[in-house]
């Protein structure tokens, strides 16, 4: 079963970048769809971006087109998320799935923490 480690979050000003990492270790990466969700408080978990195995094809949640990048590195079994022009509404811990169809596939990480302040 596949682990995984979320990295990268912390605290930006609003129109600032981050760039997330998630290390996957175990199961079969290179063949599975990736997914980074975020949950902010008082909120459900929602899925943000998605991106298949060979790294062809993505999905974006209407709220982050055009300013996040789901990208990934098949050699490190790793999955990357590049925020730009974050906004406040971006504040939530951020974690990183295997995706069948639309849901989470697998256990959770402990998420990574993204704060942004306005």
């Known amino acids: 079963q596949v682990q995984l480690v979320e990295s990268g979050g912390g605290l930006v000003q609003a129109g600032g970048s981050l760039r997330l990492s998630c290390a996957a270790s175990?199961?079969?990466?290179?063949?599975?769809?990736m997914g980074w969700f975020r949950q902010a408080p008082g909120k459900e978990r929602e899925l943000v971006a998605r991106?298949?195995?060979?790294?062809?094809?993505?999905y974006y949640a209407d709220s982050v087109k055009g300013r996040f990048t789901i990208s990934r590195d098949n050699a490190k079994s790793t999955v990357y998320l590049q925020m730009d022009s974050l906004k406040p509404e971006d504040t939530a811990v951020y974690y990183c799935?295997?995706?069948?169809?639309?849901?989470?596939?697998?256990?959770w990480g402990l998420g990574t923490q993204v704060t942004v302040s306005s």
């Open positions: 799935n295997r995706v069948l169809g639309v849901s989470a596939s697998g256990p």
């Open positions: 175990g199961g079969n990466f290179r063949s599975y769809t």
């Open positions: 991106i298949n195995w060979s790294g062809i094809s993505t």
